[in-house]
């Protein structure tokens, strides 16, 4: 089957990409807002940009009708105040995760309503999510737009100053997969387990 892009309704577009390109990471994102209320939403059009500096990116798409200037909290905040900590997700923090999905009026906080507790940040001032076993802090290196921001995506690219990791997953220089236990979205409400793994060692030229 071959296809035109442009004969494509937008919702196949969507489900094409996100039931192909997987499964995929999840950035499981805290922002803070100007009067310091915290904000948390997950991200899976996520991925590293960059080890030095030490860069990450991820997508945020346009918001529900409802929001203020059509815009999801997460970027609102963001542009506001430029930093945010990027939270891993794993089997335990799944469930907390989902829930931080759900949309709430802006200015009520998605850490209560998910059963997560707001850890101070080492460099920056938003919070990372305490039971969360990875989180990255970032400060905002620069948005890129696609399309619109009320209508396309902004990608947003962080530059990680301060880093997090459960002493039980990263011990002796490497990160221990059985103690993290991480998990990937697919398409819809699927997710997978990171478990039957195998090995395939780059092969030299000969
Ligand atoms: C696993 C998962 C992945 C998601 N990935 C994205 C994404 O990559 N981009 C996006 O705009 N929304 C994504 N969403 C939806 C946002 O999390 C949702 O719109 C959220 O309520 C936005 O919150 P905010 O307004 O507080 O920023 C995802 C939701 C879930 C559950």
């Not at 939270?87 to 200015?107: F, K, Q």
């Not at 995506?153 to 880093?163: A, L, P, R, Y």
Request: glycine share 8%.
């Amino acid at each position: 089957m071959l296809m035109r892009t442009a004969d494509l309704p937008e919702r196949d577009r969507y489900k094409i990409l996100s039931g192909t390109v997987l499964p995929r990471p999840i950035a499981w994102v805290s922002t803070i807002d100007k009067a310091g209320i915290p904000n948390l939403a997950p991200f899976s059009f996520f991925n590293v940009a960059c080890s030095n500096p030490m860069t990450l990116m991820f997508s945020v798409g346009a918001a529900d009708a409802d929001k203020p200037n059509g815009k999801k909290d997460t970027l609102a905040n963001i542009e506001a105040i430029p930093e945010f900590v990027v939270n891993l997700t794993n089997e335990e923090t799944a469930a907390a995760m989902n829930l931080s999905a759900t949309i709430l009026p802006h200015g009520q906080s998605e850490f209560a309503w998910a059963g997560v507790t707001p850890a101070p940040s080492l460099t920056i001032q938003a919070p990372r999510v305490a039971e969360a076993p990875v989180a990255f802090e970032c400060t905002l290196q620069q948005i890129v737009t696609i399309g619109s921001a009320q209508a396309g995506s902004s990608i947003i690219f962080g530059e990680v100053q301060g880093i997090y990791l459960r002493d039980d997953i990263y011990q002796g220089g490497y990160i221990h997969l059985d103690a993290y236990r991480p998990i990937g979205r697919l398409s819809g409400s699927g997710y997978a387990y990171v478990r039957e793994l195998f090995e395939m060692p780059r092969v030299p030229a000969p």
